[in-house]
């Protein structure tokens, strides 16, 4: 069965851009979460999104967004990048209503120059 | 006061020692304790996961929670060098639909051979 999916791996821009990210979650799942995990900070919850429906936020700013699609597939688009935003943004699923079996992607690794 | 606090490490032990890793955390709603290994540039694995207080046990990892003293554990025994890895708590509590978890900031475990 395959895990997680998240492209891209690697991913430059320039403070102002914007980055588009995008997770495939396990088959089946219907739960999508995404985190960010900067240096020294560990992993922040960003966002979590269930049947195509934003559920929950973290304290992130609005130019971090994101949408589900039919398919349960997701996208987490950041506007207005700075520099801080370098991080690994992590991707996990789950079953609905199981968040604590929460499977993890490999991550998109976002740097901001 | 953070939510989750957990020794960064590194700690180093030799091989087939008894490993022990530890959360202390803060937010008495938390029910739901877990425990992930992340490899270098790799996204978190979840290794087993509690609900409330008492032990689990699975192969050579035993997991220990203790609301009262709001103190979980993570046990390996017989380590190996493949175990070499940052350990990283999680939590979350029961209430409502799922959520984000909060995360520890890792321990960073190293298996001398």
């Known amino acids: 069965e395959a895990g997680v999916t998240q492209s891209p791996t690697h991913l430059i821009k320039t403070r102002g851009q914007q980055a588009t990210l995008r997770c495939s979650p396990i088959s089946g799942h219907t739960s999508v979460y995404w985190y960010q995990q900067a240096l020294g900070l560990g992993l922040q919850f960003l966002l979590w999104y269930d049947e195509g429906e934003e559920r929950n936020r973290g304290n992130f700013p609005p130019r971090f967004s994101g949408r589900q699609f039919p398919n349960y597939s997701s996208e987490l688009n950041v506007n207005a990048l700075e520099l801080e935003d370098s991080a690994l943004y992590l991707c996990?699923?789950?079953?609905?209503?199981?968040?604590?079996?929460?499977?993890f992607g490999p991550g998109t690794r976002l740097l901001v120059l | 006061q953070k939510e989750v606090e957990q020794d960064p490490g590194p700690l180093s032990v030799p091989e087939g020692a008894i490993v022990s890793l530890n959360c202390t955390y803060s937010n008495s709603a938390f029910q739901y304790f877990m425990w992930y290994r992340q490899y270098s540039r790799k996204g978190p694995e979840l290794l087993m996961y509690?609900?409330?207080?008492g032990n689990k046990e699975d192969g050579r990892f035993t997991a220990q929670v203790d609301k009262s003293s709001k103190y979980i554990s993570l046990f390996i025994r017989d380590s190996q060098p493949s175990d070499s890895a940052t350990y990283l708590c999680?939590?979350?509590?029961?209430?409502?639909?799922?959520?984000?978890?909060?995360f520890g900031k890792g321990t960073h475990l190293i298996i001398q051979p």
């Open positions: 999680a939590m979350r509590d029961s209430g409502g639909g799922a959520d984000g978890l909060t």
């Open positions: 996990a699923s789950s079953l609905v209503g199981s968040a604590e079996t929460q499977y």
């Open positions: 509690t609900y409330s207080s």
